[in-house]
């Protein structure tokens, strides 16, 4: 099984930036993928960026470009890099993480271990 426990987040005018984190613990000799989604009220939960088993970044189309996703292999660490925010990128953000490589993708169906979430708000 796999834990995961998330950091960073908070509150920041459009145009600003923020930072998330996430580090995997547990069973991560297996491949796993790794990566943020977001839910915004009244909304589904969505798929942000993720790194797949194989350690390949997918990034969601409305936020390529403005935010960026890394791992340290040796921490076990996701990191989302957050730029150019705007007030549409406001929603409580979790991690979520699944064993498997490409296959569970940006579909938050897919993932088994959920963190308990983080809010990020940005206003206008």
């Known amino acids: 099984d796999l834990e995961v426990a998330e950091s960073g987040g908070g509150s920041v005018e459009a145009g600003g930036s923020l930072l998330l984190s996430c580090q995997a613990s547990g069973h991560t000799a297996s491949a796993y993928s790794m990566g943020w989604f977001r839910q915004a009220p009244g909304k589904e939960r969505e798929g942000v960026a993720i790194?797949?088993?194989?350690?390949?970044?997918n990034v969601a189309d409305s936020v390529k470009g403005r935010f960026t996703i890394s791992k340290d292999r040796a921490k076990n660490i996701v990191t989302l890099e957050m730029n150019s925010l705007k007030p549409e990128d406001t929603a409580i953000y979790y991690c979520?993480?699944?064993?498997?490589?490409?296959?569970?993708?940006?579909?938050?169906?897919?993932?088994?271990?959920w963190g308990q979430g983080t809010q990020v708000t940005v206003s206008s």
């Open positions: 790194i797949d088993g194989y350690g390949k970044p």
């Open positions: 979520g993480a699944t064993y498997g490589g490409s296959w569970p993708g940006l579909h938050p169906e897919r993932y088994k271990w």
